[in-house]
């Protein structure tokens, strides 16, 4: 069905992703705007798009304080989850027995209320920096750990045998066939912890913080300024946004082979998709 | 008498799983001589990929002794070149890093021993791919880049395990003439295993044949073509009645 008169006038191929969630978008801020408008609701019920970003600049001295503690703890936190999910995952793959222990309670880690853990984790460990920090690392590490080892896990053991008849030792197993077969992995682990960390970041705010989004979200919320709980919900989202398009930069720069490997672009030019 | 280069005496291997107990092979005797082509055929399930397994040291027999140059006998482990079924190239690495991960493993330079794989790509009609991922190269070219890794492990020994089984006909064709070519020139000694009786009668000195399971030697036979071998011989007397002869060895009525 695509003749090549049609394939060359086809528009660039980051302009066919972008364009559909865009339109989507601008879509539903003219919703967002004429629902606003006609409904009569009063603002700090149902601000219209405008006004958020209006509430958003006169704060703006306050904003960026609070987005600059929001990003420490999340990069503190991701930065923590990071070495410990590795460092969990080389032992779980190093020892069945680790792995036996470790897993279940890995699992069981993640089912913990973080809304009931996080007014202890503030009683234990004051209003700082500490207890947000821990919240991230709770919710980040658990993807990382477990990607990172069904990566490892995953590396062909045909490979493995061959390297070792070649008289490969361990470590050399490990830095030439393991570690590359669990990157892709890994990415996708942290592509999934990096856009809760900020999530987790503010919740720790909110339930108990001196400074940062969450607790700028908790205060306007007490003051009704409902514009600008939606304008903190705005950057919290593009953070997160952020740090998964990041992740993703990295991801394709770091496993060149990875994306060469996926034919499916070839495929798309032919149009069977 | 001069010292056979790979030598099995009387060896026998069962697998353990599941609560029985599979023999794969049984009493298996062998002797390959320094620069001799020894093909390998049998029915699946006859233990021919345990037989490497065993030769390269990734195994041990449960009985027997597996010689290498008469006096290698324990630690067999990376003195062999063996080249697996399947191509096994890492996806990460270029069609020239995988070829060099050998001499990376003896402690060569990166450096070095990309100049050096460099240098062979031509022969191994590489040269245009070098920096190509193995995805981006065709089933041929990924076979010839695995036996490039496997010649640049620098070994007298190899063992080639059904090379060409998953390529089509016609480049398989390309590839026999192509790796008889390759060991003309190297000369290394070459076990190599199939289960196609054309391509073990011409490409071999001798076809060794084994039963179904448990593997057993039970036709040792000296191929009467004469070197180098060329596409016509499959076409003669000779061919066809060896060919007969491996055949029924196989159990297959002629």
Redesign the interface.
């Known amino acids: 069905m695509s003749d090549s008169t049609e394939h060359r006038t086809r528009p660039p191929r980051w302009l066919r992703e972008a364009f559909p969630p865009a339109l989507l978008i601008v879509l539903a801020i003219l919703t967002w705007h004429a629902a606003a408008v006609e409904s009569g609701l009063a603002s700090f019920i149902l601000p219209t798009p405008a006004q958020v970003i209006a509430a958003g600049w006169e704060t703006r001295a306050i904003l960026g304080q609070a987005i600059l503690t929001t990003m420490i703890e999340t990069a503190l936190g991701l930065g923590i989850a990071l070495a410990f999910g590795i460092l969990i995952a080389a032992a779980m793959d190093l020892s069945p027995f680790l792995r036996r222990a470790l897993y279940p309670i890995l699992v069981a880690s993640q089912t913990v209320q973080i809304l009931a853990i996080a007014p202890l984790l503030i009683i234990w460990f004051g209003f700082g920096l500490l207890p947000k920090v821990i919240i991230v690392v709770l919710i980040c590490f658990f993807p990382l750990a477990v990607s990172t080892a069904d990566g490892l896990a995953s590396s062909?053991p045909?490979?493995i045998?061959?390297?070792?008849?070649?008289?490969?030792s361990r470590g050399?197993v490990w830095r030439?066939?393991r570690l590359?077969?669990a990157?892709p992995a890994f990415f996708s682990g942290l592509r999934v912890a990096v856009t809760y960390s900020v999530v987790g970041a503010t919740i720790g705010e909110w339930v108990g913080g001196s400074q940062g989004l969450g607790l700028y979200m908790l205060r306007s919320k007490n003051a009704l300024a409902t514009d600008q709980v939606f304008f903190a919900m705005l950057i919290t989202s593009v953070l997160s946004i952020g740090l998964f398009v990041l992740v993703y930069l990295i991801e394709r720069l770091a496993?060149?082979?990875?994306y060469?490997?996926q034919?499916k672009e070839q495929w798309e030019e032919t149009g069977i998709f | 008498m001069t010292i056979p280069k790979v030598e099995l005496k009387q060896v026998s291997k069962a697998f353990h799983g599941n609560g029985t107990t599979v023999q794969a092979l049984a009493d298996v005797s062998l002797r390959v001589m320094e620069g001799e082509f020894v093909t390998v055929i049998g029915p699946s399930g006859s233990g021919k990929s345990t037989l490497f397994n065993l030769i390269v040291g990734l195994l041990d027999p449960d009985s027997g002794d597996i010689c290498l140059d008469g006096d290698v006998c324990a630690n067999r482990a990376g003195r062999v070149g063996y080249m697996p079924q399947r191509d096994l190239l890492l996806p990460w690495r270029s069609a020239l890093d995988n070829a060099i991960i050998p001499l990376e493993l003896a402690g060569m330079s990166r450096d070095e021993a990309r100049e050096k794989a460099r240098a062979m790509l031509p022969m191994f009609g590489l040269e245009a791919f070098a920096d190509s991922y193995p995805a981006a190269l065709s089933g041929g070219m990924r076979q010839r880049a695995a036996l490039l890794r496997t010649i640049l492990t620098e070994r007298d020994i190899l063992l080639l395990d059904e090379p060409f089984g998953a390529l089509d006909a016609l480049t398989r064709r390309d590839l026999q003439d192509w790796l008889l070519k390759v060991w003309g020139r190297f000369g290394q000694t070459v076990i190599f295993i199939t289960h196609d009786v054309e391509e073990a009668l011409y490409l071999g000195d001798r076809v060794i044949v084994l039963s179904a399971r448990p593997g057993r030697v039970v036709k040792s036979l000296t191929v009467e073509l004469d070197r180098p071998r060329r596409r016509g011989m499959i076409a003669g007397g000779a061919f066809g009645r060896q060919m007969a002869e491996l055949l029924e060895a196989l159990g297959v009525t002629v």
């Not at chain 1, 496993?255 to 990875?258: E, Q, S």
């Open positions: 062909d045909d490979l045998a061959l390297l070792r008849s070649m008289g490969a050399q030439m066939v590359p077969s990157l496993l060149p082979w990875y060469s490997a034919r």
